[in-house]
């Protein structure tokens, strides 16, 4: 404490000059008006830019928690846009069915992805209680990455596109020829559409949609677009290969879409003895 003291005393002529500077300061800008704006109109400026700063900070911290929630919202605006633009499933004039919502939406965040392996997985920050069930759909804004296969309390797993054990039923758009969407386990930008006949006709270019047939994803959820088109070895399908719309390696957030109707389907086809491969 004594040293303290002494510091400050050896200081004495510093502080005081210092003292009478703040003074002379305050008397001028309160004695004049010039100066005294010039100085409120600096300090505002300075204040300014240091909460500025302190808000950039924070919002950067809170991003995570923004994503979040505008996944969540933009999950309930495509169920709503689905509801709005339902297509009726028969000639009924019962309007009332053909326009009910089949599908709900949720929004997830991926924590695990991998793409070195022949059959690859996806891990979801969603589980049972958030409300996801094996079997929903995972798509992004780029379009389908995969379907849930297993759920926990709190996470999920999802079979990806880039898994040899994966179908996804889809078509193409300007003819609406359907095939099967299987990746070959090589190129994870790319795929194949298979069983598409050899009598289609098909372009380089063109756009694949999934077909709504699997009861999994709605109708025209993007694949991606033919690279490709061979006649191959097969003597009656087309060798056609796709560049998927995603691009897996920069996947981070996601959809998942659940057919409020599945466990109907499912039933039917058990009865009819037809098994769903996709």
Do not use: C
Not at 145 to 154: A, F, H, L, M, T
Not at 165 to 171: A, G, I
Not at 197 to 209: F, K, L, Q, S, Y
């Amino acid at each position: 404490m004594l040293r303290i003291l002494q510091f400050l005393y050896s200081l004495r002529s510093f502080l005081l000059f210092v003292l009478l500077e703040v003074l002379a300061i305050g008397l001028i800008v309160s004695n004049n008006s010039p100066q005294g704006a010039a100085f409120f109109n600096s300090s505002n400026a300075v204040t300014g830019s240091i909460l500025k700063v302190r808000s950039d900070i924070l919002d950067f911290f809170t991003l995570a928690e923004a994503n979040e929630v505008l996944l969540s919202e933009n999950a309930d605006l495509i169920g709503h846009l689905k509801t709005m633009n339902a297509i009726p499933d028969s000639a009924t004039l019962e309007l009332d069915s053909a326009f009910e919502a089949q599908f709900n939406f949720k929004g997830a965040r991926i924590i695990s992805n991998s793409l070195r392996f022949a059959q690859n997985h996806i891990t979801l920050n969603k589980g049972a209680k958030d409300g996801v069930r094996p079997g929903m759909g995972v798509f992004n804004e780029q379009g389908a990455i995969g379907r849930v296969k297993s759920v926990s309390e709190n996470y999920s797993v999802a079979i990806s596109l880039l898994n040899t054990e994966m179908s996804l039923s889809s078509k193409i758009k300007t003819n609406g020829s359907f095939g099967t969407t299987k990746w070959d386990g090589k190129d994870s930008k790319k795929t194949k559409l298979l069983y598409v006949p050899r009598h289609v006709t098909a372009n380089v270019g063109d756009t694949v949609i999934t077909t709504g047939y699997s009861a999994v994803f709605p109708e025209g959820i993007l694949v991606g677009f033919i690279e490709s088109i061979d006649q191959g070895e097969d003597p009656n399908y087309l060798d056609i290969v796709i560049n998927l719309s995603t691009d897996f390696s920069k996947a981070h957030y996601v959809y998942l879409v659940e057919n409020t109707q599945l466990a109907e389907l499912d039933s039917l086809y058990k009865q009819s003895e037809i098994e769903n491969e996709f």
